[in-house]
């Protein structure tokens, strides 16, 4: 067997069991599991139809360089969004279809890795749990680069060493931040750039999240747009990674593209000729119709802007919690450790989240995700209860926007993800407070 799987961590949900193990949560309440989230907004329907249209392409091998039409409306896409001048992006050189940013990300690691050095890779910190598992299966070091709030949960590049940039031979940003929600401002991409140029490194930026945001008439920049801004027509050291799932809520199609660095994803394509999965044609032609749609991805973010105005009245008065800049979480402090909280919350509710250590690296004696919680989706519950244990008010409103909203992260922070529900406070008699949920990858991109 291949000893590099030895270095890899147990994954956090294998933490979560072992925590849990043990812990009998009332037997009258129903289970409510919001460890594992995805969007929760129904798939358009134009896109099924263009699935089904298209059936007898399951006769047809895929290649894995993709049909030229899925190349072409990703090209196109991606210039209007992040203002790339016309004709920079060649869809038959700077674009590649993947199968799910979650195996792009992955094998992008193995493909550019260089074995024979001892390089490093570096991330935000908490983080995807792809990045680490990538880099260490391709015989690199990661390094992480802790999210703090006293940073606007951004990693502090300035801090970072000469001597860890000059072994980087692959830095990941994710923006917005996956379980932050943080922006990653402009100029800040842009001098990451001349530090890829100086000290000869790939940026990967995974931007997933990137087109769930709150100003319609603002969207956030990526790293196509600081390429542009600096006349960077080559796109040199960058590429970049969307996917289909968040956008348009479309997770079980797993489509998604990377673009960027030409001569890098010739290297890449080789790579994923013998090791990727070739999207299949139907799903490409099926993609290529979303990607050319804006109306049901700003209907998307409509609905998401309602849910967090929700939520954040659900919390108001009970914690300390605002707007992200992005993304579909919520933060929100609440005290105490939070692998105790995720047991009580458990026990006293039968609700299951994950410790936010559990998604993150402990740093010189910091682990930026202690104190934290995620959760994800989960099913339906009918009605809020009260709590008791070790956190008895906190457990009761975090209950309530838990159950009510469906998702999140607590940190000393509170990553809120929301999923379709209704919910009544048994502590009066109104009417049912409808909402509709958001997601915390827990395993898919």
């Not at 890899?8 to 009332?26: D, I, N, Q, S």
């Not at 914690?319 to 458990?346: H, I, N, Q």
């Amino acid at each position: 067997m291949n000893p590099t799987l030895d270095l890899l961590h147990p994954y956090p949900f294998e933490k979560l069991r072992a925590l849990l193990a043990g812990v009998t949560p009332p037997a009258a309440i129903k289970a409510i599991p919001l460890s594992i989230g995805e969007p929760k907004h129904p798939a358009p329907a134009f896109v099924a139809e263009a699935l089904t249209a298209n059936l007898d392409q399951l006769a047809v091998y895929p290649t894995t360089l993709g049909i030229a039409d899925l190349r072409e409306a990703i090209a196109d896409w991606a210039s209007r969004r992040f203002a790339v001048p016309a004709g920079w992006l060649d869809p038959a050189r700077h674009v590649l279809p993947v199968t799910g940013t979650r195996e792009a990300l992955f094998s992008f690691t193995q493909a550019v890795v260089d074995r024979a050095k001892a390089g490093l890779v570096l991330s935000p910190n908490p983080f995807y749990q792809i990045y680490e598992g990538a880099a260490l299966l391709a015989g690199a070091e990661p390094h992480y680069l802790p999210c703090l709030a006293e940073q606007g949960f951004n990693p502090d590049f300035d801090s970072v060493p000469t001597e860890v940039w000059e072994r980087c031979q692959l830095l990941f940003l994710c923006s917005p931040g996956n379980p932050t929600g943080a922006l990653l401002p402009l100029e800040t991409q842009k001098k990451l750039i001349e530090l890829a140029d100086r000290h000869d490194f790939v940026i990967a930026a995974d931007e997933c999240y990137s087109e769930l945001y709150f100003d319609e008439d603002n969207p956030p920049p990526g790293l196509l747009t600081a390429c542009a801004e600096l006349g960077r027509s080559d796109f040199a050291r960058c590429v970049v990674f969307h996917s289909l799932s968040k956008r348009s809520n479309l997770p079980g199609m797993r489509s998604g593209f990377v673009a960027g660095d030409a001569a890098i994803l010739k290297r890449f394509l080789l790579y994923r000729t013998y090791h990727g999965c070739a999207m299949p044609v139907q799903v490409q032609k099926a993609s290529a119709v979303a990607w050319r749609d804006e109306a049901h991805v700003r209907e998307n973010r409509e609905l998401y802007r309602q849910k967090f105005a929700a939520v954040l009245n659900v919390l108001q008065g009970s914690l300390d919690v605002s707007l992200p800049d992005g993304g579909f979480y919520l933060w929100a402090k609440t005290p105490g450790d939070d692998e105790s909280f995720a047991r009580e919350l458990f026990a006293a509710e039968h609700v299951t989240v994950v410790p936010g250590s559990y998604l993150s690296r402990e740093v010189g004696s910091i682990n930026p995700g202690a104190g934290r919680v995620a959760h994800g989706a989960g099913r339906p519950a009918g009605r809020v209860r009260g709590s008791s244990g070790a956190y008895p008010p906190l457990l009761q409103s975090l209950t309530i926007a838990l159950i009510a909203h469906q998702r999140g992260l607590l940190d000393i922070q509170f990553a809120q993800e929301f999923s379709d529900h209704q919910v009544v406070d048994h502590a009066s008699d109104t009417q049912p407070i409808e909402f509709a949920a958001l997601g915390t990858d827990g395993e898919q991109a």
